[in-house]
């Protein structure tokens, strides 16, 4: 079973360089999110999507862009990358909407934003 | 908003040593209450999870008990092995309109030596 594949694995851009972080779920699940996870912080949530064509801000949306054309594709965007944006993404996916709060990880992609 | 503090680490435990990981958390409403671990090089998994007060929750010899009235869910292990080094996240989901957005504190890193 594949789960949540993220893609790449690990990124280095420079300073106002633009890239798109994949990500995709082949459990048919309606919620799809991306949390950054920074040391000490834990992890914080960018945005989420309750189901194709719905998107909405999580905690820290600022210089993230996401679009959910598909049940299965949750990309992010990062339009003008800034040193600050240095970080671990991982892509979530949940099932019912995440009412079950129950989520599944993809292994995580490292930017380095120099 | 929810907010959940957990333990400071990192915690170095002798193989066959009991672990606990505090966590409290402030919610709105009845929150489901979740423990995932992070492997190394890994993304999160859910652990264990109470949806419920009294609730307790358990898996590979882990367990927490969801405590209304303490607004707590501590995780414990009687006898740890150098497989359970991780990182450790307790998350309270609030529902309502937060489902899926989980609150993650911000991880217990646990490294246990044979």
């Known amino acids: 079973n594949a789960g949540v594949t993220q893609t790449p694995k690990f990124q280095v851009l420079k300073t106002g360089q633009s890239m798109t972080l994949q990500c995709a779920q082949d459990?048919?699940?309606?919620?799809m999110s991306w949390y950054r996870q920074d040391p000490g912080m834990g992890l914080r949530l960018i945005h989420y999507?309750?189901?194709?064509?719905?998107?909405d801000q999580g905690e820290v949306p600022n210089g993230y862009n996401v679009s959910r054309s598909t049940t299965e594709d949750f990309p992010l965007r990062l339009l003008s990358a800034a040193p600050s944006q240095t970080s671990v993404y991982f892509c979530a996916s949940s099932r019912d909407r995440g009412k079950t709060g129950e989520l599944f990880f993809g292994e995580g992609s490292r930017l380095t934003v120099l | 908003g929810d907010s959940v503090t957990q333990m400071e680490g990192p915690v170095t435990l002798s193989e066959e040593a009991f672990l606990t990981i505090n966590c409290t958390y402030t919610a709105t409403g009845y929150p489901s209450l979740f423990w995932y671990v992070q492997y190394p090089g890994e993304g999160l998994q859910l652990l264990l999870k109470?949806?419920?007060?009294?609730d307790k929750g358990s898996n590979k010899g882990f367990e927490a008990t969801y405590r209304k009235e303490t607004t707590s869910f501590h995780l414990e292990k009687g006898s740890v092995q150098v497989s359970d080094s991780a990182v450790y996240f307790c998350?309270?989901?609030?529902?309502?309109?937060?489902?899926?957005?989980?609150?993650f504190g911000q991880g217990t890193i646990l490294t246990v030596h044979p």
């Open positions: 109470a949806t419920k007060a009294d």
């Open positions: 999507s309750v189901g194709a064509g719905i998107t």
């Open positions: 998350a309270p989901n609030a529902g309502g309109t937060s489902y899926g957005k989980l609150t």
């Open positions: 459990m048919n699940h309606e919620y």
